[in-house]
């Protein structure tokens, strides 16, 4: 068997025009345009890269783009102060302060100090309490754009055995949480699991979220599993020339293409979906601040 490559690229394009048509019938319907506000602090070049991208499809998508670049000596509590004045502002729906912050800052408060009803991360313990319970909230970005990828090749998930490998609050956790929702069998494995690579043959879908390059080798995919690689990782690439570098997933891709059915490449695959999902949750976020129904984008 040869996997399918899952496509995130494409499949992130086709939601944001989707999100591009649902912000028209937005604004001719009600009058208004989401608004979404990202804050930067300091210098950090991947998360300078990665703020211009999110603005640069705010705007193609048809939103307002607000952007706050702060220097790096930003003290915590004029940092808290802004985030405050953007929870007060009836323009505002999405507030999103760029991670990680300068080690003054204590980046747990400056999350819990936002909005949970602009918190487009998903971040807040509000809605993480809220996804936990299923009763709605805002999700985080990136377990939200996997749960799509996965669902674009299988739409029944119900019974599906699941094994996330990672448990962080931004990935692990709420991705497992995702796919409890959908009525799968869930493990949560992690650098403590006995068995690693058998735990993860018994799984019908197999998330990776650990930053650990090429971790997950290609025997311990089970025959005709969906495989999300959610790394992103940096390694040097002597074969390219000195000093060259590639990004590889946390899965040995050649590997583990050779078992599974469906497969996310890195780059291409997880990547372009958190963008625009962070985009739906802005959308979603100035229905719900007006008492509205979402679209269904």
């Not at 949970?116 to 709605?136: C, E, I, Q, S, W």
């Not at 692990?172 to 949560?188: D, N, R, Y």
């Not at 969906?226 to 997933?249: C, M, S």
């Amino acid at each position: 068997m040869t996997a399918t490559p899952i496509d995130g690229k494409a499949i992130a394009e086709k939601l944001r025009a989707g999100l591009a048509l649902a912000v028209k019938t937005t604004e001719a319907a009600h009058g208004f345009v989401p608004g979404l506000a990202v804050v930067l602090v300091g210098e950090n070049p991947a998360s300078q890269v990665y703020v211009r991208s999110k603005a640069k499809q705010t705007v193609e998508a048809g939103m307002r783009s607000i952007e706050h670049k702060l220097p790096d000596t930003t003290s915590e509590q004029d940092l808290l102060a802004l985030v405050d004045s953007l929870n007060r502002d009836p323009a505002i729906d999405g507030i999103l302060v760029q991670l990680p912050l300068p080690s003054h800052i204590d980046a747990d408060r400056v999350i819990e100090a936002i909005d949970p009803n602009k918190d487009v991360d998903g971040f807040h313990p509000m809605n993480a309490g809220r996804l936990m319970t299923g009763t709605g909230g805002l999700v985080p970005c990136t377990p939200l754009g996997s749960l799509k990828l996965i669902k674009s090749v299988r739409s029944d998930l119900s019974g599906l055995n699941a094994v996330v490998i990672g448990r962080s609050n931004i990935v692990g956790k709420p991705m497992a949480q995702l796919l409890i929702g959908e009525s799968c069998t869930v493990t949560v494995a992690h650098s403590r699991t006995r068995d690693l690579p058998e735990v993860c043959r018994g799984a019908d879908i197999l998330v990776a979220a650990v930053g650990r390059p090429l971790m997950v080798k290609g025997d311990w995919v089970k025959e005709g599993a969906i495989v999300i690689d959610v790394g992103i990782n940096r390694v040097d690439a002597p074969d390219l020339g000195a000093g060259k570098t590639r990004l590889v997933g946390d899965v040995d891709f050649a590997g583990a293409k050779e078992r599974a059915s469906a497969i996310t490449p890195v780059p291409g695959g997880v990547g372009p979906m958190t963008i625009a999902c962070l985009l739906a949750n802005t959308l979603t976020a100035s229905y719900l601040r007006r008492g509205l129904v979402p679209p269904a984008v």
